[in-house]
């Protein structure tokens, strides 16, 4: 009774060093999707996923990417962290219905991330 | 183009009283509407959700909102708030679309409950 994993829970980085954020569905969920979270403006969309092998941008996406192997994991990968990446993310999964009502969304229990 | 506007960012209620939040949206489609809570240091927890039929929709913990295309409103409410109703809320919107379930949240609004 898993549902979406995220690790690690806390991280500290310097700037310019790398890290990967890692998320895992057990809920064979065809959508996948990153967010940010900030005081004030609610969770934005980084990157989407709607199947293997499939990702695209969303809303703030520049100094992020994705990759999706698997149905299960869909990785961020941080490229050269800055301070303002400083943030809460939540990776979140759903089932997919093109073109019908979108369904919920199932999210981890975020990653806390500061960036010094 | 989705947006979604929720109207207070803080709201104070005293225990036992009413809660009301409010959660404006704009959509191209027919939207999904959620509403999410989170409370401190913890992930989003579904309330309720509405995808079509009802237009009154009923969540966890009593809370209810209503779903007002006239007005394109979708605004939660509790007919009595509990001290463990101190969290954060989020509306969100969803499209109806091939593109998936892109998600877009309001801004949030902290309910503070009051002994």
């Known amino acids: 009774n898993a549902g979406v994993t995220q690790t690690p829970k806390f991280q500290v980085l310097k700037t310019g060093q790398s890290m990967t954020l890692q998320c895992a569905q057990d809920?064979?969920?065809?959508?996948m999707s990153w967010y940010r979270q900030d005081p004030g403006m609610g969770l934005r969309l980084i990157h989407y996923s709607v199947g293997a092998g499939i990702t695209d941008q969303g809303e703030v996406p520049n100094g992020y990417n994705v990759s999706r192997s698997t149905t299960e994991d869909f990785p961020l990968r941080l490229l050269s962290a800055a301070p303002s990446q400083t943030s809460v993310y939540f990776c979140?999964?759903?089932?997919?219905?093109?073109?019908?009502?979108?369904?919920?969304?199932?999210f981890g229990q975020g990653t806390r991330l500061t960036v010094v | 183009a989705q947006s979604v506007t929720q109207l207070d960012s803080h709201v104070s209620v005293s225990e036992g009283t009413p809660v009301l939040l409010r959660c404006n949206y704009s959509?191209?489609?027919?939207?999904?509407l959620f509403w999410y809570v989170q409370h401190p240091n913890k992930g989003l927890q579904l309330l309720l959700k509405?995808?079509?039929?009802?237009?009154l929709v009923k969540g966890i913990n009593g809370f209810e909102a209503e779903f007002k295309k006239s007005e394109t409103s979708f605004h939660l409410t509790k007919p009595s708030a509990h001290m463990s109703d101190a969290a954060e809320y989020f509306c969100?919107?969803?499209?109806?679309?091939?593109?998936?379930?892109?998600?877009?949240f309001g801004g949030g609004t902290r309910v503070l409950v009051k002994p």
């Open positions: 809920m064979n969920h065809e959508y």
């Open positions: 509405y995808t079509s039929a009802a237009t």
């Open positions: 969100v919107v969803s499209d109806r679309g091939a593109a998936g379930n892109k998600l877009t």
């Open positions: 979140a999964s759903s089932y997919l219905r093109p073109g019908q009502r979108a369904t919920e969304a199932f």
């Open positions: 959509s191209s489609y027919s939207p999904s």
